[in-house]
């Protein structure tokens, strides 16, 4: 029994999940998606096809959409929880749940054609569907003394001197080897990224969406994104299904990535003199001056050009922004190997968890059994096995 591993399995969730399936032919999309061609004008014989799909409130667009006519392919990528509810706070750590619910999202707004009706069941038990992408987040509360703000900017330059690719937004969020084609840390904060969002979110007027937001402000948010490259590697080239990915397997994914980056021991919130004397002058003295608290405007009086240039360049080579508010006011030690113990990291809190207009869920067994009833199956075709069975080992057994 690993008990760290089983408690990050019951505090992940999956934010982004897309999914590859073979052998859906005479899919069209609706009118509302773009038809494209080589030329590349709109013709009613296209090669591939792409778009959005509404959510079911109709308020945002929550999942890409593409067809490729050759091979008969339908890809989807998106947020379920945002599909169905219209946000993404918090959502299921269920693999075989989010990947049946996306496709019957699209299944929803137009027909799929599929060569079996056996299908529907395989896909309800998160098999014949490939997962080319899936983003793990987990919250991880901080000590009450500390700014999430602190905490993002200390492992920005934990990254920094341990020579990762390091992307920073001061104070909002980090990024880790963000441009990879395998895998991706981020950590940020997600009640700055949704005041930034450009549609208000519309939570129901109840103590459970109070309760959802002050999670939300409270807790830190970790996602690791794994890419098509990433997962074949882990699993022994081998095509990801769902029934894959049960939340113990995903929290070793994810407790593997963490553990990558060397983003523990004590720092400061400012960059030390050895860290700014990485910064190549003259940038160097326009970063000190930053971080001391100076308006980097005055520093080049007046010349915006040269401004836009220094900006330009430090934030490519060095991921920092200096347009950005100045980090002076948060000058203090933060232990981030105390912080990132796995204990930390935390679940969505059972009332949330439990309430359907705030976290997304359904039962697969019923859905199952209601399916199999629809189209006269009985016996063992009838029979429901839980998809996670025999996974035990299945990450471990690749290395």
């Known amino acids: 029994m690993n008990t760290k591993r089983d408690h990050l399995a019951g505090c992940l969730m999956i934010d982004t999940m897309g999914l590859r399936?073979?052998?859906v032919p005479n899919l069209k999309l609706p009118k509302a998606f773009a038809r494209v061609s080589d030329d590349p004008h709109t013709v009613d014989d296209y090669g591939w096809a792409k778009g959005n799909l509404r959510s079911e409130s109709g308020k945002h667009m929550s999942m890409r959409v593409r067809t490729i006519k050759a091979s008969s392919q339908l890809l989807v990528e998106g947020s379920n929880s945002m599909q169905y509810l219209d946000h993404n706070i918090v959502s299921s750590g269920d693999a075989v749940m989010t990947a049946f619910s996306m496709l019957d999202a699209v299944r929803r707004q137009h027909r799929l054609h599929l060569d079996s009706v056996f299908r529907p069941r395989e896909f309800m038990q998160g098999r014949d569907i490939e997962t080319t992408r899936i983003d793990v987040a987990v919250p991880l509360r901080i000590p009450g003394d500390l700014r999430l703000g602190a905490v993002i900017n200390a492992l920005a330059f934990a990254g920094l001197r341990a020579n990762v690719a390091t992307s920073i937004y001061p104070n909002e969020s980090v990024y880790f080897d963000q441009h990879s084609q395998l895998e991706t840390l981020k950590a940020y904060d997600k009640a700055v990224e949704m005041k930034q969002s450009r549609r208000a979110l519309?939570?129901?007027?109840?103590?459970?969406?109070?309760?959802?937001?002050?999670f939300a402000s409270s807790t830190l948010r970790f996602e690791g994104v794994f890419r098509l490259k990433q997962l074949k590697r882990l699993f022994?080239?081998?095509?990801?299904?769902?029934?894959?990915?049960?939340?113990?397997?995903?929290?070793?994914?994810?407790s593997r990535l963490l553990s990558k980056y060397e983003l523990h021991g004590g720092l400061r919130r400012l960059l030390s003199q050895a860290d700014?004397?990485?910064i190549r002058s003259p940038y160097r003295t326009t970063v000190a001056l930053w971080q001391a608290g100076t308006d980097?405007?005055?520093i080049f009086n007046g010349n915006e050009g040269l401004l836009r240039s220094h900006h330009r360049v430090i934030k490519r080579d060095y991921g920092i922004n200096v347009l950005a508010p100045s980090p002076?006011?948060?000058?203090?030690?933060?232990?981030?190997?105390?912080?990132?113990r796995i204990e930390n990291f935390v679940p969505v809190p059972a009332a949330i968890r439990a309430d359907p207009a705030l976290f997304y869920q359904r039962d697969m067994v019923e859905e199952f059994k209601a399916h199999c009833r629809a189209n006269g199956f009985h016996g063992i075709?009838?029979?429901?096995?839980?998809?996670?069975?025999?996974?035990s080992?299945?990450?471990a057994s690749t290395h």
Do not use: C
């Not at 519309?202 to 002050?214: G, H, I, R, Y």
């Not at 022994?236 to 994810?254: D, I, K, Q």
């Not at 002076?328 to 990132?340: A, K, M």
């Open 21 to 23: 399936v073979e052998n």
């Open 202 to 214: 519309e939570l129901p007027s109840t103590q459970n969406a109070v309760d959802l937001m002050s």
């Open 236 to 254: 022994g080239n081998t095509p990801v299904m769902p029934s894959m990915l049960p939340p113990h397997v995903m929290a070793e994914m994810f």
């Open 276 to 278: 700014l004397w990485k």
């Open 296 to 298: 980097v405007r005055s």
């Open 328 to 340: 002076v006011t948060l000058n203090h030690h933060v232990e981030l190997g105390e912080i990132l």
């Open 381 to 391: 075709s009838a029979m429901y096995v839980d998809p996670y069975e025999n996974t």
């Open 393 to 395: 080992n299945l990450l």
